[in-house]
């Protein structure tokens, strides 16, 4: 009979396996490998999968439920070791991981721009010290746009697993102890339901703490641990097998649900999870007695095959999609998806027959175990530091010395907007001193307030030069993802977005408590508000997209109406015309390899004309009652047109930051006389309005 140790794969939970005397191998969890890593496969490659992210928790509850037997038993039998432990885990984790970091690597320093390559570096050296899952969780969230430029994204499960068996068998070993090993199972389910509680609480303050950290993710580890701890153990090999059969059978479908109903939309993880984890726990619990209906079913040769290359597949899979865009320098349409869902089965295959289950064989990897840590660990800090010099190089822009200073530029003015403290991030709004843009002012006074979220804040080099041509002096007030809509709470919930509540009511304030202001100017990513890419709700309860556009329409009304009856001018910006994530990164990866240009286009984007209608049918409808008290300024006016499409680039300038999203200060230039015209116009409305007040008799 095959056993564990020499057919059971690493998946990204990267099992490490018994040896071949003990644990009998149970196809039925290579089948359940299959079932986490496809979802995961198809979901990248945006194939038919919404929900298939849901597989790395599967993953987790398979590695929990693996790790914890080994250690049990080994525990028992009085042989268990840290040292061994860690040298199988790098003997199971290690060999796989480091080639596809090395392969990554050679394709990026050749492949990859400066910026992305200083950002692939950052990311190399994270996910080589395995804390990648702490970088990302700074960054940005796992569904935002800018995540899908991180080719080693994928590899922050497993650094939430190295951190968890970082503690775990210390843990098990200590709970061993005669006196307290009764304690074992209360102390797991302490950390179930401690876990399980801080994740659903972190799912509404702080998304992506609970999507990427330990803490909120360690539940679905103890999940698994918990049944192989006796007595749950050895009750569930007790389960008369229609039981049993009904288990797995009811855990494939509760998988399959979560696949197909869940999307970037659903909080996760949280109380969501558990379905998809408890289905995984229900198949692995159904097998524990002998083979059921579901794992029998699981156990056909096309799972198992998918299954024993799964951790290769798991760690192939994204670096391949994401280079294999840079490679084509488009987005991929589905041909090129599916081709390259191929071509990572094949790599997957290369790297488990080669390079997997050579590393993993007693008579390839003869070793100590201390001696087989130390060049693990050594192997991982050189692959550190290759990103560290990466990213400290600055992605070596020297490579193409002719376009270095232009990249250099077009680098510097993006990550000053990223920085810059004006854009907040918390819920506190930034001191009016620091934030003042036109005529300077000695007492920090102004008439005019720039207020939304970071598409206000593209606005700040073109209000400067109006300011300073009229003399007239704004303050900016913006927080990054919070359009200016006081009360009202955005969903799916994100990390910066949890304080826009609180803000946009102190920014509210802040504008309505001081008299000198005469102008407000609004501006947001309000695509994302009109299309239900972002849902507006006041008690937290998910609204339909017609609901929430009603939200809309009538909260920005609202607000406006506010504005207008406290004696302020409004001038509403519009929608600035968004290039996909490809598209600006296209243009500096084609300049950077000599391509042409040409490929980077918008082009006649059906899509950007429909937003806009959407957008004014939206804005109109929130301003309608109004309509003479107020103006607009729309974007897409002057940077696309129904004949020509819109355009990235005016006079060889970019007219988009490296961030894919806000205008740079040359594409702000292009608005500037029309906006300098409605300023000038709104502040002579302001001054008329004041006379009539001061002089009734006119």
């Excluded at 929990?64 to 199971?92: A, D, P």
């Excluded at 699981?298 to 290359?309: K, Q, Y």
């Excluded at 005529?439 to 006074?445: E, G, K, R, V």
Aim: proline share 6%; glycine share 8%; hydrophobic share 45%.
């Amino acid at each position: 009979m095959l056993r564990l140790s020499k057919r059971a794969p690493a998946t990204s939970s990267s099992a490490q396996l018994p040896s071949p005397s003990k644990n009998e191998y149970r196809p039925d969890i290579d089948g359940l490998r299959a079932l986490a890593v496809l979802p995961v496969i198809l979901f990248h490659a945006n194939l038919f999968s919404t929900g298939g992210f849901i597989g790395v928790d599967v993953f987790f509850v398979i590695s929990g439920y693996l790790i914890t037997q080994i250690i049990e038993r080994e525990l028992k039998e009085g042989s268990f070791s840290l040292l061994v432990f860690y040298q199988r885990r790098m003997r199971r984790i290690f060999p796989a991981l480091f080639a596809m970091f090395a392969g990554s690597t050679a394709i990026a320093f050749f492949g990859l721009p400066p910026k992305e390559l200083q950002d692939f570096g950052e990311s190399l050296q994270a996910s080589a010290a395995f804390y990648s899952n702490i970088l990302f969780y700074q960054q940005s969230g796992y569904f935002a746009p800018q995540a899908e430029l991180q080719p080693f994204l994928h590899t922050w499960t497993l650094a939430v697993e190295e951190q968890f068996y970082f503690c775990w068998p210390l843990l098990l070993m200590i709970l061993n102890l005669p006196t307290i090993s009764k304690l074992k199972v209360p102390a797991s389910l302490a950390i179930f339901f401690g876990s399980l509680w801080l994740s659903t609480n972190w799912v509404a303050e702080a998304p992506n703490a609970a999507f990427y950290l330990l803490p909120s993710r360690a539940w679905e580890l103890a999940l698994g641990a918990l049944l192989c701890l006796p007595p749950v153990s050895g009750r569930l090999a007790r389960l008369p097998r229609t039981v049993a059969s009904v288990a797995s059978l009811t855990g494939i479908f509760m998988l399959g649900v979560a696949v197909i109903a869940f999307n970037k939309l659903t909080p996760f993880p949280g109380l969501a999870a558990l379905l998809p984890c408890l289905g995984a726990a229900l198949i692995i619990a159904a097998g524990v007695g002998g083979p059921s209906t579901g794992g029998k079913l699981l156990s056909l040769r096309p799972f198992v095959w998918t299954g024993l290359i799964s951790y290769s597949l798991y760690l192939w899979h994204w670096p391949i999609l994401f280079f294999g865009g840079v490679i084509v320098n488009h987005k991929l349409d589905l041909p090129q998806r599916c081709f390259l869902v191929v071509l990572t089965f094949f790599v997957a295959w290369l790297s488990w027959r080669f390079v997997e289950t050579p590393f993993r064989h007693s008579k390839v990897v003869r070793s100590e175990s201390w001696n087989w840590v130390k060049r693990g660990l050594w192997a991982s800090a050189s692959f550190a530091a290759i990103g560290s010099v990466l990213f400290i190089g600055e992605g070596f822009p020297g490579r193409r010395p002719d376009i270095a200073s232009w990249i250099k530029e077009q680098t510097a003015e993006t990550t000053k907007f990223q920085n810059w403290s004006c854009l907040a991030r918390g819920e506190t709004v930034p001191d009016a001193k620091g934030c003042l843009l036109g005529a300077p002012s000695a007492t920090s006074q102004y008439e005019v307030v720039l207020w939304g979220d970071s598409h206000a804040t593209q606005l700040a080099p073109g209000i400067n030069n109006i300011g300073q041509h009229l003399g007239v002096t704004t303050r900016l007030i913006s927080k990054a993802g919070c359009g200016p809509i006081p009360g009202v709470k955005y969903l799916p919930l994100e990390e910066m977005r949890v304080g826009c509540p609180a803000f946009n009511d102190a920014a509210l304030k802040a504008v309505l408590e001081n008299n000198k202001v005469r102008v407000v100017v609004l501006a947001a990513h309000w695509a994302a508000h009109s299309d239900g890419g972002l849902l507006l709700t006041f008690d937290g309860q998910r609204p339909t997209p017609d609901e929430s556009r009603q939200r809309f329409v009538s909260s920005v009304g609202k607000l406006v109406t506010t504005l207008v009856d406290s004696g302020r001018q409004v001038i509403l910006v519009g929608q600035t015309p968004i290039p996909s994530a490809e598209l600006v990164a296209c243009i500096y990866r084609a300049r950077f390899i000599g391509r042409n240009e040409n490929m980077c286009s918008f082009g006649k984007s059906e899509r950007n004309a429909s937003v806009e209608h959407l957008v004014n049918q939206v804005l109109d409808g929130a301003v309608s009652q109004l309509k003479s008290k107020i103006q607009i300024l729309r974007p897409y006016d002057y940077l696309c047109s129904n004949s020509q499409g819109c355009i990235l680039e005016a006079d060889g300038k970019l007219l988009y930051m490296m961030d894919n999203q806000h205008l740079s200060a040359n594409g702000v230039r292009l608005l500037e006389p029309d906006f300098e015209k409605l300023i000038k116009s709104a502040l002579v409305a302001v001054k008329s309005s004041e006379v009539s007040v001061k002089d009734p008799a006119n």
